[in-house]
């Protein structure tokens, strides 16, 4: 019998980078792959749920049922948009990830653009990388990290301000896009999802100097995204918008001079958007980022939250080493432990087909 095999990999992602809140991204040497497999059997037959398997971060509290899963869900969803009703029969995945859950490491982000992609393979369907991204942002509503996890370096996208109806159809709410699947659906069930407006998402790769390397400082608790938005303000001083927005602006073209400057980028990499906000959820992140400095710490350039913490990204091109066990130090004086990993800056996700007989 033929079988259809292919793996997909998608990088962890730091958003944020300090002052680019819910607009900047950095893929990093972590993944989620997934090996898919199916044998091309005729319809005939009678139709056999997916399976999925999981090992890595996550396997023990990640749903192993297709239509509960939040990869193959979003599959579905891309799947039903092209008129595709149901994953093939015999349909087996395997996932392995290395991006933990809830740390600021983008795992949902790389899990929602695995099932955009993931539907996209399985459908023969070839969206461009704008129309994937549509179908990422009907789930993951802030560009940041799903955009970067999709095209991979150092990455800005913005929102285009939509027409009334296209605004309308992009906003949704999640329970449409992805209707929990009730255990007694018939086959109609879902059939007619919302399907995305075209163009949600755009984006632009800034340089990034090869000798930038990212120490992810991993402290041993999740904080969900949900969680760490609710203590947001809704209003912001133009005088702390324009402290980030001056940030922002630098820091885009300062992380690809080379060789990169640190005084110019610990600068840069400060905050007033989220990160004060932020830290009565993280004991230690103020004391983290204003004691390890490039002038204590030789080869640091900037350190900040990433995405929505709690892990802190410090970025450098040397004394790793001396950065992470000192930010340790500092988290266990709030008795908090960590785990630190250095980490490259990533190419965006690949699907790489094995098999097609
Ligand atoms: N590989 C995966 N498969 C299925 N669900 C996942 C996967 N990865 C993450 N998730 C879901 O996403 C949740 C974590 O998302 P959340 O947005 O809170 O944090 P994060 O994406 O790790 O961090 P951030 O968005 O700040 O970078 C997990 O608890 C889980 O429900
Ligand atoms: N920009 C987002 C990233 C997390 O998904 C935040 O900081 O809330």
């Known amino acids: 019998m033929s079988l259809r095999s292919f793996k997909i990999n998608v990088p962890a992602t730091s958003a944020n980078i300090g002052p680019g809140f819910d607009v900047v991204g950095l893929s990093l040497s972590l993944h989620l792959t997934l090996t898919v497999s199916y044998p091309l059997i005729p319809p005939s037959q009678p139709y056999v749920h997916p399976t999925i398997s999981y090992s890595g971060e996550g396997s023990d509290e990640v749903p192993l049922d297709p239509y509960k899963n939040l990869t193959t869900r979003v599959a579905l969803y891309v799947l039903r948009c092209h008129n595709i009703r149901s994953f093939p029969s015999h349909l087996v ?26 539907g996209d393979t399985i459908g023969k369907l070839r969206l461009p990388t704008a129309r994937l991204l549509d179908f990422a942002l009907m789930v993951e509503r802030h560009p940041d990290n799903v955009t970067a996890a999709l095209v991979g370096g150092f990455v800005g996208s913005y929102l285009k301000e939509l027409d009334e109806q296209a605004s309308e159809a992009a906003s949704v709410p999640l329970s449409e896009v992805l209707p929990e699947y009730p255990p007694d659906a018939d086959e109609d069930w879902g059939l007619n999802p919302p399907v995305p ?24 608790f999740e904080l ?38 640190p005084e110019l980028i610990y600068e840069a990499m400060k905050d007033r958007v989220h990160q004060p906000y932020r830290k009565s959820l993280i004991p230690g992140l103020p004391e983290v980022t204003s004691s390890i400095t490039p002038s204590s710490h030789p080869g640091l350039l900037g350190i900040c939250l990433s995405g929505a913490g709690p892990t802190i990204l410090a970025l450098a091109i040397d004394g790793f080493e001396a950065i992470a066990e000192d930010a340790r130090k500092i988290f266990q004086s709030f008795d908090i432990s960590i785990d630190w990993k250095v980490l490259e800056v990533a190419g965006g996700s690949v699907v790489q087909e094995e098999n097609q007989n």
């Open 224 to 261: 969900s995204t949900a969680k760490a938005r609710e203590v947001l303000p809704t209003e912001y001083s133009r005088k702390d918008l324009v402290f980030n927005l001056q940030r922002l602006a630098v820091l885009t073209t300062a992380l690809g001079q080379s060789p990169p400057d």
């Open 93 to 118: 995945i395997h996932v392995d990830n290395e991006i933990p859950f809830g740390r600021g490491l983008g795992s949902s982000g790389a899990a929602v653009i695995a099932g955009v992609l993931l």
């Open 197 to 220: 407006p075209f163009g949600i998402g755009h984006y632009v790769r800034f340089p990034c100097s090869k000798s930038i390397k990212a120490i992810a400082i991993i402290p041993r």
